[in-house]
């Protein structure tokens, strides 16, 4: 963790170095005439520990109800099914709830004499936390893997010795018990590794954000507050149970080790409750030591929980191969998501209208014309769209190199280690860079008139796209899967003489072969040249789609300004900006194995959105207000939509699709060369903010 230790204080002393910025007013004082009643509040605060002490431990329970009841075993679609809905509860726990509850602590106006309102530290947070996550989880997977390995053939080492020893039918036992322990330890230890490492890394998560919730309703005075925070955190607290139970039963730990993960589980609400009812008396929840710690608590948390619910829970169901190969239960889990997702939506904004309105904070909304100069302001835009065009086509051509500097190509060490660079790079943009954008945009108190300062929209937009993407991502494998393998079957049946496999696409290596030895060939390399080749197909127009909103979207925001000083800073940050990402891009281009066309194709596209939205942006920038609503919705409703469609696919189908592969999980020294270079990559992109 030094490195992101190190990361944080050196972003503080950067931004140290900015301006002071305007803060709206604030009342940092504990209120007085808030609707207190320390009495009736600590009723309500009772049945809030209980009632969701009895939730979660309800919730944790049912899924190890598979003991008795044969339908909610973990094989059966029921489960499969039951553990989507919980899923989809802890990702909206991370977007909808803790998240932006973590924008409005470290961005309140009350934190005004630290570095607070000059960069997005909420998003870095959470950023580090799931790189933290990721870092933990592969690590330990692996480490975990090696070890089972390690223990499997020492067994068969010292089972072919005796069988050595006493002679016989030693070699024909020797090899079937190698053949079991090998089965034993791809199906069953690596699994059940895998299981109980999700299991123990997600519980963390959840605790982290159970406590501060439990000391903030807690700590506060108010009934109006607290009646309806009892309600929607038994409702939380059961559906989050429900997910951590599931993986609990999945990693088969010991009947001890489960009651006590869920009983840490369900007291740990409860206990934040009675801690908060503890410091009530002199708790300032506008106080600076209260904003940061429970905002940095909220924001790590969030990280966390994003990709656990992403990458441990959701993608790891969604891609199993038996969902894959069964359209119906594929359809069944989606809609369980979704069915989680309306009724958290319904909850949520049945909740926010139960909530006081509240005050907005003075605003000027109109455009401000000092420092306003057109001309100096075009000439650094058409500057810019020539430097930011320089950097994307630079950004996504090194990747093609490959082709001629074998050093670089798909299946070296420099091509993972620069693969994880761009993912910290792809990562930190959705989460330092677009989604505070967007929180801004959407929280701006220049939208008072409508319900955009009670429910946190950018948040469920966000996870509305990473959700959107994790179906397209996963619907499409499927079906190209399928596909893929109904063509390879059709190849088998044909006779020698039908000569090549149509491979579409796909480069010479993997195109001809004859006769008998062409259809062992096809059985043999489908998954790899088959399955494979989808996968990074599909990653890469979906990643493309992500990155080109973005970057309409910031083209367009610099091409309407008429401000030298703020585009001024923006054509260096844009053009690195684009650089690195389209490092990121063009490396899932390359391994998806396009004709050179059609990389030239996506490469050009990608390379021109943001000069093209620059133009577009010079065009309408006299007519355009960036404090208007309709401007301020828009933009934060796109870039809300960018951010969750990015943090999807830097987590699932870069990350972690790169670390927890088998060449990667073998080699330590290989293990940390990535993770160096995503710190670094996510390092180099989160600087970009201070100017960005």
Known sequence: MAPDLKLAAFCLI???????LAVADCDCEPSTDDGSDKARALTLKIVAIFCILVASSAGCAIPSLGRRFPAL???????IAVKAFAAGVILATAFVHILPDAFDKLGSPCL??????????TGLIAMLAAIATLVVDTIATGYFQRAHANKAAAVVGDVEASD??????????????????????????????RHRVIAQVLELGIIVHSVIIGMSLGASESPSTIRPLVAALTFHQFFEGMGLGGCIVQAKFRLKSMVTMALFFSLTTPVGVVIGIGISSNYNENSPKALIIEGVLNAAAAGILNYMALVDLLAEDFMNPRVQSNGRLQVIINVSLLANLAAALCLLLAVSQLLPDLAAAECDCSDDTAGRDKEAALRLKVVAIFCILAGGAAGAAVPVLSRRFPALRPDTNLFLVVKAFAGGVILATGLVHILPAAFDALGSPCLVGGPWQKFPFAGMVAMLAAIATLVVDTVATGYFSRTVARKAAAVVDEPPESGHCGGGDVEEASDVHHGHAHGMSVLATAPAAGDDLVRHRVISQVLELGVVVHSLIIGMSLGASDFP????????????HQLFEGIGLGGCIVQAKFRLKSVVAMALFFSVTTPVGVAIGIAISSVYDETSPTALVVQGLLEAAAAGILVYMAL???????FMSAGVQSRARLQLALNASLLLGASLMSLLAIWA
């Not at 950067?14 to 301006?19: C, D, F, M, R, T």
């Open 14 to 20: 950067a931004v140290a170095s900015l301006p002071l």
């Open 73 to 79: 075993r973990p094989d059966t679609d029921l489960f």
């Open 112 to 121: 005004v004499d630290g570095p607070w309102q000059k960069f997005p530290f």
């Open 164 to 193: 050595h020893a006493h002679g016989g039918h030693g070699h024909a036992h020797g090899v079937v018990v190698s053949v079991m322990a090998s089965a034993s330890n791809d199906d069953g230890g690596t699994q059940l590794i």
């Open 565 to 576: 000083s703020t585009v001024r800073p923006l054509v260096p940050a844009l053009t690195f």
């Open 652 to 658: 699932v189908d870069i990350l972690a699709e790169e």
